[in-house]
């Protein structure tokens, strides 16, 4: 779980996935409303759910090591983990996989991944696999709003 002792906690960003989680429900509950009122309500919880359901997204590779940038959600480490767990093992970290920071990206820190040669680790989602994904979730949700106003 997080705590101010993970590898989350010591480097400040245990809001995202907290708020990830938030916007990822509620954009859920938006839908639940457009499914099962759509039309008594309108178009609104698709309008209010699109935005939060791509913030749920993106959210999660906002947590960067701040001495290798690793990008920790797109990490081999938490790719290996089935998706249900993938939070919990970023919030359990000890340690960045790839660098072994603590969080606090000191000096020491950053001495001993320079003298290790600087490794990094190939990103999976590219700029370009991440549009995709993006267009893909408000493609889906913008023919889901056709789909209940022409029922
Ligand atoms: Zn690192």
Not at 2 to 26: C, E, F, M, V, Y
Not at 73 to 95: F, K, Y
Request: aromatic share 8%; net charge positive; hydrophobic share 50%.
């Amino acid at each position: 779980m997080n705590t101010p002792d993970s590898w989350l906690g010591r480097s400040h960003q245990a809001w995202i996935p907290k708020w990830s989680l938030i916007l990822g429900w509620s954009g859920t509950g938006a839908l639940v409303v457009e499914l099962v009122a759509a039309r008594t309500v309108g178009v609104w919880p698709i309008a209010i759910a699109t935005p939060m359901l791509v913030a749920a997204f993106v959210l999660p590779f906002l947590i960067r090591c701040r001495i290798c940038g690793l990008r920790v959600h797109d990490s081999a480490t938490v790719r290996r983990t089935p998706v249900w767990r993938q939070s919990a093992v970023i919030e359990s970290l000890e340690a960045c996989p790839v660098c072994e920071d603590d969080g606090r990206a000191t000096a020491e820190s950053r001495a001993r991944w320079i003298k290790a040669g600087c490794p990094r680790e190939r990103a999976y989602w590219s700029p370009l696999r991440l549009a995709i994904a993006i267009l893909a979730i408000t493609g889906m949700l913008t023919m889901l709003s056709f789909i209940r106003w022409r029922v």
